[in-house]
DNA sequence: GTATAATATTATAGTATTAAGACATCTATG
DNA sequence: CATAGATGTCTTAATACTATAATATTATAC
């Protein structure tokens, strides 16, 4: 599975260079250009490991690295920073990170790098799941979860089954009737206007604004579709 | 299996980020901010190993490492000490600790440390219990026993296969018939309903408010879950 | 623009699921 | 054989879910 990494350093240039690298790597990457940005970017989506930037306008490198750190025990970080700074520090108890990296640096090596601390991370932290990714949510299949990003949205059976259908299928129009077959089974007697009512529940539940959705389309004249990436 | 770990640190940024790195190491981890707290702790679960600050206040580091060791003598201890210390004292027979880092010191290196203490202890202590751990739950599955931190909790024949089939599989989303299959067998005839009625009984003894379960969490419209890490 | 069809929204009543309690039967043990 | 504990069934209560229907809104075609 793709994991998700978030860059955050505030040098255009450089995080274009480090996102193309590890898209190629077949990353996910995300992209902030400050402190604060990357703050809430980890707290909306499941990332897996931040590139760290030391030297950022607003909240620095090392608060970032200690907020994370403390609010997502199991998140992979690698700093990036100036020869001359203390190694130790960066990497010790006071700000905890799990790698560094001196600039100017290799974006090979950054590549490697990331891949060792995905390792790690996998050996020492939890099991792998099989699970459907498709940022930012992800099912759970073996616990039977739903997040989005990092919270758990509690779902009931209907709108977690048309939620499994849409995630294993993103960008696919369904018709009414096979959204029908997949969550009620072909032997449904009624009618399929059903599948409104509880679309509309799903985008309730999941929307930031359910009259204005992002996620679920409607395909007028047909019936809904799962956004795929724009 | 996640062996059970207690800090005794005073100072709360240094506890939390060893208990961090612990924790992604597999360790289920306790603290302790005081040495009283940390003996009392010490008696109720079934620690493994202790990280021990010798700068405590109130008793102090080195008193908390000779009365656990006289207690415990199985238990694994490792020192926290600043740099200028008596190392042979510590390590000595005069308190007994088992191994010690100087303060400060690079959590990585802590947790190889508590790494390759857990290893001496499986080989010169105890026998290797085929006990399933699930913080604060243990079973042993010869004796079959099941402890809440140290006390033990008398299970029905019923109830213990329930909650050792949770236990092997924490966080997986079981339908009744699995349950069923698992506990009663496949020929089992009668309702599935026998389920919620023993999955009652079994929280009214491991939870504190088995009207609020923590541990047995319901999933609905499918069965039950052994919620896997808060 | 207006009519028409499609979709969104809301409320509600009915249904399914789960929790809790009580009881009777069964089983092991002395 | 007597007893205590374990276990399956039943009943009732509490809760959560969901289909239906009725109304409002929006999109499309003319």
Redesign the pocket.
């Given at each position: 599975m793709g994991r998700l990494v978030l860059i955050v350093e505030d040098e255009e240039s450089i995080r274009k260079f480090v996102k193309i690298n590890l898209d190629r790597a077949g990353y996910s990457v995300l992209e902030a250009s400050t402190g604060e940005e990357g703050l809430q970017i980890a707290a909306q989506e499941s990332v897996d490991i931040v590139v760290l930037d030391v030297m950022l306008p607003g909240i620095d490198g090392f608060e970032v690295c200690r907020i994370l750190r403390e609010k997502y025990p199991y998140l992979g970080i690698i700093m990036l920073t100036a020869k001359s700074q203390d190694i130790d520090k960066i990497m010790g108890l006071e700000y905890g990170s799990d790698d560094y990296m001196t600039k100017p640096f290799n974006p090979t090596e950054l590549v490697l790098r990331v891949k060792s601390l995905e390792r790690r991370l996998e050996i020492n932290g939890e099991d792998e799941k099989p699970s459907l990714d498709f940022h930012p949510f992800r099912i759970d299949v073996y616990s039977r979860q739903f997040y989005k990003g990092k919270s758990e949205i509690?779902l009931?059976?209907?709108?977690f089954s048309i939620a499994k259908l849409f995630i294993e299928n993103p960008g696919k129009a369904f018709k009414?009737d096979e959204i029908l077959n997949y969550v009620?089974g072909v032997d449904f007697?009624?009618?399929s206007?059903?599948v409104?009512?509880?679309?509309?529940?799903l985008?309730?539940k999941i929307e930031e604004d359910?009259?204005q959705?992002t996620y679920i389309e409607?395909?007028?004249?047909?019936?809904?579709r799962w956004k795929s990436r724009e």
């Open positions: 509690i009931t059976p209907t709108e009414r009620w007697v009624g009618d206007k059903i409104d009512v509880n679309i509309r529940r985008r309730s359910s009259s959705p409607t395909v007028w004249g047909v019936g809904y």
